[in-house]
């Protein structure tokens, strides 16, 4: 099966710090990455879709000056929370996809990273 | 998600059958995915339906009728491992046809 690493698995900051978690597809090229948040006993919610070589494309309330998204490769995406409040604490998990058709579609998640602001 | 009905919880007994409803909107559906997530863990893929009908795989099966908007996972010979929140997620629902909207979810809960 394809694997996705994310690092760091954990994280704890100061409030006003940037912090930056990394994705990688180990052996498949991923076309496209997502990056999700998900609070305690809530769903995944989708932040962003990110294709390599372009511009993250945020949903509807997510900051893209706050939540920097950069995809420089087929199989490494970034995402750095900038200015962390406590408010961002949360379980941050990234997914990658070969295709955008039928099974390539299927996204295969990282173990997610947890981030905590103090 | 908000298109995306599932139940909140269940409990079902060792060794038994359980099986998980998903609701969602009909308009712009692309396919549909169940993932297992475990406490503090990413989800993993069980299953992946686009047309109608039922899939099976091993202990899992998932049930898909497009007219109906209407998606089953079925667990069988449940074991305490299986113990987990069970997501239901639908491509193409809102925007672009490349995105997952993912249900809030149903925690399983398997007891002896």
């Known amino acids: 099966g394809a694997v996705v690493s994310q690092h760091p698995s954990w994280v704890i900051c100061k409030s006003g710090t940037s912090v930056k978690i990394e994705c990688r597809s180990l052996?498949?090229?991923?076309?496209?990455m997502f990056w999700y948040r998900q609070f305690p006993k809530q769903s995944l919610m989708l932040m962003a879709t990110?294709?390599?070589?372009?511009?993250?494309?945020?949903e509807q309330g997510v900051e893209k000056d706050k939540f920097l998204i950069n995809h420089a490769s087929l199989t490494l995406s970034t995402l750095t929370v900038t200015s962390a409040h406590p408010e961002d604490s949360s379980f941050y998990i990234c997914?990658?996809?070969?295709?955008?058709?039928?099974?390539?579609?299927?996204?295969?998640f990282g173990p997610g990273t947890r981030l905590t602001v103090l | 998600g908000q298109n995306i009905d599932q139940p909140t919880e269940m409990t079902a007994t060792e060794g038994a059958i359980v099986q998980i409803n998903c609701t969602y909107q009909?308009?712009?559906?692309?396919?549909l995915f169940w993932y297992q997530q475990h406490a503090g863990e990413a989800p993993t893929f069980l299953s992946y339906?686009?047309?109608?009908g039922l899939e099976e795989k091993g202990r899992f099966s998932s049930f898909l009728s497009r007219s109906k908007g209407y998606s089953y996972l079925l667990l069988k010979e449940l074991q305490m491992k299986d113990s987990a929140s069970y997501l239901c997620?639908?491509?193409?629902?809102?925007?672009?046809?490349?995105?997952?909207?993912f249900g809030t979810g149903t925690q399983l809960k398997v007891e002896l």
């Open positions: 990110s294709n390599e070589g372009s511009k993250a494309t945020y």
């Open positions: 052996d498949f090229q991923a076309t496209t």
């Open positions: 339906n686009v047309l109608d």
């Open positions: 009909t308009s712009g559906f692309n396919g």
């Open positions: 997620a639908v491509k193409g629902l809102t925007g672009g046809g490349n995105k997952l909207t």
């Open positions: 997914s990658a996809s070969r295709g955008t058709s039928g099974r390539a579609f299927e996204q295969f």
